[in-house]
């Protein structure tokens, strides 16, 4: 049994201006000691899918259906007061994009970790603090000993970020939600924070959820990789396999923007249009309206995710006979825009 299951999440925003469907009908699952990565444009509704995993989706926001199964509990079945207690920052932490808010500024770095290690374990506070400084010993902090009596604004981002990590493991967590950790910092920061990534999974045999817009990052830190369009799961595969043999229309266009070390800005080739909204997203699949190879089907037939090789799908029209039994769309069924 895997990690983490999640099945049919659909998120909601009931605003003014109409009801934004930013998470509809996800699925996916991890397994333990793997890495995947929820890769898409801005708006895709990565960010809400993994809040809503843990219960931090408020109003006007609202889980209105689907099931999230980790480690054989239903987490949409918690109350906020179990999630706060039992699962968020103890079974699973979250790293951010920006590390200075998830730390604390009146404290030294070694402090907060070392809270934390208190927290989670029976360490006294003498055991807590040599704990903390070997967590930032294992993310790569130089000198850690002088480091963990700093204050993060003695850091520089990209340690602050390792600091983070550090925190993040130092509750010893089944699973780690990473939003964009890497985006606010320079590239070579970026690679170096990946790596971290990498030898992270191998040494605590953590499961890790990676979310990012770059599919070049993801190449780096992830076994499977499960591409969302405008709140839905489009595209799922291992990332070798979604590299070499990419299905559905929106990642080939994705892979195609990807910036190669052999190419220049100038060869770049993003995907023309913008995401449509998600308040009242198109019929049928909501990729079609910047779709190259798109349909008349397209707008009348909402494609399930269909298996297009081993441990690989993906939700479109194109593949309709790998799937074999989808039923021929009828002209009513569904408004046509
Ligand atoms: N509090 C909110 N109220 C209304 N709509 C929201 C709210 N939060 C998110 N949304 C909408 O949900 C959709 C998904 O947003 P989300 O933040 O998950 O995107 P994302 O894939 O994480 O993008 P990014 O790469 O920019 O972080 C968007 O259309 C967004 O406008
Ligand atoms: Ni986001």
């Known amino acids: 049994m895997s990690l983490l299951e999640v099945e049919d999440l659909r998120t909601y925003f009931y ?51 689907g099931s999230v199964r980790f480690d054989g509990r239903d987490l949409t079945e918690c109350t906020e007061r179990e999630l706060r207690q039992e699962v968020r920052g103890s079974e699973i932490s979250f790293v951010f994009q920006d590390p200075m808010s998830a730390l604390n500024p009146v404290f030294t770095v070694g402090h907060q970790i070392a809270e934390i290690v208190e927290y989670h374990t029976d360490r006294s506070e003498k055991e807590a603090h040599e704990r903390a400084v070997e967590l930032l010993d294992d993310v790569g902090i130089p000198d ?19 600091a983070l990590i550090a925190m993040a493991l130092s509750c010893s967590p089944k699973l780690i939600i990473a939003d964009e950790p890497t985006t606010a910092l320079d590239v070579t920061i970026q690679a170096q924070i990946l790596d971290l990534f990498d030898e992270i999974q191998e040494k605590y045999d953590t499961s890790v959820v990676y979310v990012t817009h770059d599919l070049g990052v993801v190449r780096e830190v992830c076994d499977r990789v499960a591409v969302m369009y405008l709140g839905k799961v489009v ?27 052999d190419e220049r800005a100038d060869a770049l080739n ?68």
């Open 15 to 65: 605003t003014e201006g109409g009801i934004v469907q930013a998470v509809d009908g996800v699925s996916f699952e991890v397994g333990r000691g793997e890495t995947i990565g929820l890769v898409g444009e801005s708006g895709a509704g990565k960010s809400v899918t993994v809040k809503s995993l843990l219960g931090l989706i408020n109003p006007p926001g609202k889980v209105v259906d």
């Open 144 to 162: 850690p000993e002088q480091r963990a009596d700093q204050y993060p604004h003695e850091f520089s981002g990209g340690m602050r970020q390792r």
């Open 235 to 261: 595209e799922h595969a291992p990332y070798e396999e979604l590299y070499r043999n990419p299905k559905h229309p929106y990642t080939q266009s994705l892979l195609r923007s990807v910036v190669r070390p």
């Open 270 to 337: 993003p995907i023309e249009g913008t995401m449509p909204s998600a308040i009242d997203p198109p019929s049928g699949c909501r990729f079609r309206t910047r779709c190259p190879v798109a349909v008349d089907d397209c707008a009348r037939i909402e494609p399930p995710r269909i298996d297009v090789g081993p441990n690989h799908d993906s939700a479109c029209i194109l593949y309709k006979d790998e799937y074999g039994k989808m039923e021929e769309p009828t002209l009513h069924e569904r408004g046509q825009r």
